[in-house]
């Protein structure tokens, strides 16, 4: 695999980090990418496809928290090879600064550039082992500090209580030390699950999958050897464990059950066959000790209902009502609905429950989008948004033919709906007073959330 340039860009499209490998594409690609996604958008389309190709350049691109991560080349390359290295080197980046932004990229010029120039040569990717790369790369990162940082950090979304997790836990750099010279022993695990489902028109569940992985991010001196224990229950394959492949729902109960599953290379399965336990030294910054799919029927976080009414010749009402199906001590965030209208839609008016805190609605003219931001939803909590509809001309035939389907993006920490959990982390001792600070978190997020009209 080979690529001409690697460039970072910032959402004003100023250009942050750039190298040129094999002077094949024209130096102005930055400005012809950022175009081209702008504008991509402002034509009322979705958002620029992660591959696309300009005047024989072929642009790759992946978006990690606000900021594009971009390489081009004129040969035919793997697409997914080049996306899969563009977030590798997003993660060894955010394994030595602590946190990715922009002022962080620009107080560590110098170290980016190095890393650049080890993970890449001429073109050609070489490593993208943080582990690795400690054995070629010295230089300490200008720690951006705390109060620096944008409000929503990456941990904001885990920290719902004082004795979870420290709030910039997880920015620290893997090779930076805490002030003092000392460096703090913990070590963090988060299960985090992207889940897919489709609704019928009725509120039927059509498909359902959840994409899971458990990711491990050590900041423990001397690489001690870590056991995870996962539920005894756990069974791969839905024939596994004596479970028939028909019937794997009413088998003895609550078991949770994974279509397939892999692990990290430093993954030992020595126990896992008999206890479910995973040992492993972990190498140094964030990596996946085990990705999983799962299909087996589980219950949704939200039930989505959606009800289109004509009220004339010209207009129309949305009613929208979304129920969360978790516990009430649960609180989902950042919720988003979308509904796509028809195409002679003028104008769209909003009615939001009474004492509504933390709700938005909007239409989006140019793209005929309905759209319905909360702040929160607690479990067990109900919401509806009423649509008044107004078209420029007289619609006919089936009006729900041409509007939908309703869409929802979310994230919920604290909660997973596969039921795989970490049952103890148990990493060995130095000595007696070896004591360090084990962090477990667990988060769902909509990876395809539909429900049909």
């Known amino acids: 695999m080979m690529i001409s340039q690697f460039f970072v860009l910032s959402q004003r499209g100023d250009n942050i980090v750039f190298r040129d490998y094999r002077a094949e594409v024209p130096k102005g690609s930055t400005e012809t990418f950022f175009r081209k996604v702008k504008f991509w958008k402002e034509d009322g389309n979705a958002e620029a496809p992660p591959i696309f190709n300009v005047d024989g350049v072929n642009y790759f691109h992946v978006k990690v928290v606000g900021l594009y991560f971009v390489a081009t080349t004129r040969v035919n390359v793997s697409p997914s090879l080049v996306l899969e290295l563009l977030q590798r080197i997003a993660r060894v980046i955010k394994d030595y600064l602590g946190v990715l932004n922009e002022d962080s990229f620009r107080k560590n010029f110098v170290l980016v550039y190095e890393l650049l120039d080890e993970v890449i040569d001429f073109g050609y990717a070489q490593t993208t082992s943080t582990e690795v790369l400690k054995s070629y790369v010295f230089n300490e990162p200008i720690v951006i500090a705390p109060a620096r940082l944008q409000p929503i950090d990456p941990a904001a979304i ?92 009413s088998s003895s109960g609550s078991g949770v059950i994974l279509d397939d599953c892999n692990f990290h290379e430093s993954v030992r399965l020595d126990s896992f066959d008999s206890d479910r336990t995973l040992s492993l030294v972990p190498p140094d910054g964030e990596f996946p000790v085990m990705n999983y799919r799962m299909t087996q029927e589980f219950r949704p976080p939200f039930h989505v209902n959606t009800l289109i009414e004509e009220a004339g010749r010209l207009k129309a009402e949305v009613i929208i009502k979304i129920r969360a199906e978790f516990p009430s001590d649960i609180i989902a965030n950042t919720i988003t609905v979308q509904m796509p209208l028809p195409n002679y839609t003028s104008r769209a008016s909003f009615e939001l429950e009474h004492g509504a805190v933390g709700e938005k609605t909007d239409f989006k003219e140019t793209s005929k989008m309905l759209e319905w931001s909360l702040k929160k939803i607690v479990g067990g909590a109900e919401h509806t948004l009423r649509a008044k509809l107004t078209f420029s001309q007289e619609f006919h035939g089936n009006i729900t033919k041409e509007a939908g389907p309703v869409s929802m993006t979310f994230t919920i920490p604290m909660y997973n709906v596969s039921k795989l959990q970490v049952k103890y982390l148990q990493i060995a001792k130095k000595s007696s007073s070896y004591n360090p600070y084990r962090w477990v978190r667990y988060v769902t997020q909509a990876n395809s959330y539909v429900a049909r009209i």
Do not use: C, H
């Not at 992207?194 to 999958?209: C, N, Q």
């Open 158 to 249: 885990f920290a719902q209580g004082a004795k979870r997790m420290p709030g910039t836990a997880v920015t620290k750099s893997v090779v930076a030390n805490d002030p003092g010279g000392r460096r703090r022993e913990e070590i963090f695990v988060d299960i985090i699950e992207k889940i897919s489902v489709t609704f019928s028109s009725s509120g039927y569940i059509l498909t359902s999958e959840i994409d899971g992985t458990i990711q491990m991010k050590s900041y423990l001196s001397g690489n001690p050897e870590i056991r995870l224990a996962l539920n005894e229950d756990l069974n791969i394959g839905r024939g596994g464990g004596g479970v028939s492949v028909y019937d794997y729902r």
